[in-house]
């Protein structure tokens, strides 16, 4: 036979091995069904009885064990004693198992014994009670014999008043025996007698007796409290053990359940809003709101996004009485919570907006001017101009370059200027009228002697030091013409080691520091120490223009050219020498020149 069961047992083994080997080929590639339980396993849940579904995943309510039974291991049986208790039967000990379903012997007792039950125990005794002990005999309530032998055969019938006997006193019926019932969260076992109830299970911490499964369940709530099941208001059962069942749903009446109650919503929940002129917040639940933050009128108001649900304290853009302000360059009137209007009167280019009203602007904004022979700046609104240079007495502003260049002539003087022999004026920057001698009148040019001559050559510079030069490199002098010209030759002091190629350059200023040649030849096969000459050229310098006469030495690794450092000769007859320029050569190069000195060059001019 067991044989016989170690056989089948295998067979079952393998069919479940092979079953499972089935399923999951079946389900390969897909999630796998959980398991929760071994199939067709049956277990308990209180009085409850439940099955395991033939996938193992969930179990299933088979039955209810009736309160008088007990559940143990998936079957219902009566409950047959307490628990783990001790009780007489036939004259010995019995001790009742852990589920209360049925006893063992555990003491046989002596025939000259008997078994006493006390305090929920039993023992073998050699009185059958105490002497003078009330006791009950069956449902007569009596005493214990003076021999302790046995209850008094005199005593009352408690049926007689449709009680019961219990402790040998005549009481009202408390419980249906045998039945369970719950008692101060625990669970507990109806005596026979009906009067009298016994611990069945202790319900520990975080547990409750449940009046339904009549067992020991988790806790949910407490007794007679409130609470909330999505959008239904419910209330704690009688034991903790879950929420009634009978619930409002709050989303019937389009509201939110809140602590158990159904709330009407006031605002958006966990937003903030403006409120009073202060920032409020909403709850969780957007039935009620708090303030958040307080924004002091004086200086500050609320004000939210465009897209709600978040406000803030911002800042006033006016104050008190203020009925306009500036918004940029618009003028905006002032709302009464001390904002601006979102729209306004332009107050345009040519103006600015400030204290509320629109201002002339006084400069360009953000450039530099001449004022005064000085270089002053104009601030971003053109609404104020300060003093950026302060050019020395011997010096004034040029409103090309916008610095300190030298006066034209020294007051008192005899100078040539615009291409006139005559005396310096007080300022420096003209001659005292009527003029010496026009030399544009005899179709002549004024040289450096202050005399009309037909052709002038003049130096700029002196040879005081030298300087490498690389090959392409361009080096030159800037000058500002006052007095119109013919230029007729340049020449360079140069040192050129081997023979090089020499490209000479007249540049205009046709920009802000932008300088486009206007003439451009080349020379070949130059070598030795000295001035080196362009040639004859013929080119005409236009008064109030700024040129660049250079040459770019290309060829061999290094030149060397001769400059000299200021203080240098600034004037000429026909302009001011500004200073130099030493760059890699372009056709259009952007440069500032250096103030701090000129090359070493001769410019022959002629009318």
């Known amino acids: 036979m067991g044989r016989t069961i170690g056989s089948l047992g295998a067979i079952v083994g393998l069919g479940l091995l092979l079953a499972a080997c089935s399923g999951s080929s079946k389900t390969s590639g897909k999630d796998p069904v959980p398991h929760v339980c071994v199939a067709g396993a049956r277990s308990c849940d209180g009085l409850v009885v439940k099955v395991c579904s033939d996938d193992g ?262 104050g008190p009485g203020q009925v306009a302000l500036c918004y940029g360059n618009e003028v905006r009137a002032c709302n009464p919570d001390g904002s601006a209007a979102d729209t306004g009167t332009d107050c345009g280019a040519d103006k600015y907006c400030e204290g509320g009203t629109c201002q002339t602007r006084i400069c360009e904004p953000g450039t530099n001017f001449c004022k005064d022979g000085d270089i002053y700046n104009c601030d971003w609104n053109g609404t104020y101009a300060y003093l950026a240079v302060d050019c020395p007495s011997d010096t004034t502003c040029d409103a090309d370059a916008y610095a300190c260049v030298p006066l034209p002539c020294s007051p008192g003087d005899t100078v040539c200027l615009g291409n006139k022999v005559g005396k310096c004026d007080t300022t420096g920057q003209a001659l ?85 040649a206007k003439q451009d030849w080349i020379v070949s096969n130059q070598s030795g120490t000295g001035f080196f000459s362009s040639g004859a050229i013929s080119y005409t310098l236009k008064a109030g223009k700024t040129y660049l006469f250079g040459v770019a030495v290309a060829g061999g690794n290094t030149s060397i050219a001769y400059y000299d450092t200021a203080p240098f000769g600034l004037t000429t007859s026909f302009g001011t020498v500004l200073g130099n320029v030493s760059s890699s050569y372009s056709p259009i190069m952007n440069v500032s020149p250096d103030y701090n000195f000129v090359f070493q060059m001769k410019l022959t001019t002629a009318p």
């Open 432 to 516: 005292v009228l009527p003029v010496t001698e026009d030399c544009t009148a005899t179709n002549s040019i004024c040289g450096p002697d202050n005399k009309c001559v037909k052709s002038v050559v003049e130096t700029l510079g002196l040879a005081e030091d030298a300087t490498t030069i690389y090959s392409n490199n361009l080096i030159g002098d800037v000058v500002k013409v006052s007095s119109p010209r013919k230029l007729t030759e340049m020449q360079a002091y140069l040192v050129l080691p081997s023979a090089r190629e020499l490209r000479w350059v007249v540049f205009e200023e046709t920009g802000n520091y932008t300088y486009t």
């Open 57 to 318: 995943s969930e179990l299933i309510t088979e039955k209810t064990c009736l309160s008088s039974q007990t559940c143990a291991d998936g079957t219902c049986a009566e409950t047959a004693c307490v628990p783990n208790t001790k009780h007489c039967k036939d004259g010995s000990v019995w001790k009742c198992d852990s589920t209360g379903g049925g006893s063992t012997l555990s003491q046989t007792c002596a025939k000259s014994q008997f078994c006493r039950e006390e305090d929920d125990s039993a023992t073998c005794s050699d009185r059958a009670c105490k002497p003078g002990e009330k006791l009950c005999d069956g449902d007569t309530a009596t005493t214990c014999e003076a021999d302790g032998s046995g209850p008094k055969s005199t005593g009352v019938d408690c049926t007689a008043t449709k009680q019961t006997c219990y402790e040998g006193a005549c009481q009202d019926t408390a419980c249906t025996p045998g039945m369970k019932v719950c008692q101060d969260g625990d669970v507990y076992l109806c005596a026979k007698n009906g009067s009298d109830t016994a611990l069945l299970a202790d319900c520990q911490t975080g547990t409750v007796c449940d009046g339904e499964k009549l067992a020991c369940t988790s806790k949910v709530c407490e007794v007679g409290s409130s609470g909330c099941d999505g959008t239904k208001a419910v209330k704690c059962n009688a034991y903790g053990s879950g929420w009634d069942p009978s619930a409002i749903d709050c989303a019937a009446t389009s509201q939110v359940c809140v602590a158990g109650e159904c709330k009407k919503t006031t605002c958006t929940p966990n937003s903030t809003f403006c409120n009073d002129g202060n920032v409020y917040q909403c709850d969780q639940q957007g039935v009620s709101s708090t303030i958040s933050q307080y924004c002091p009128s004086n200086y500050s108001h609320c004000t939210s996004y465009t897209s709600g649900n978040y406000a803030y304290c911002e800042s006033n853009e006016c």
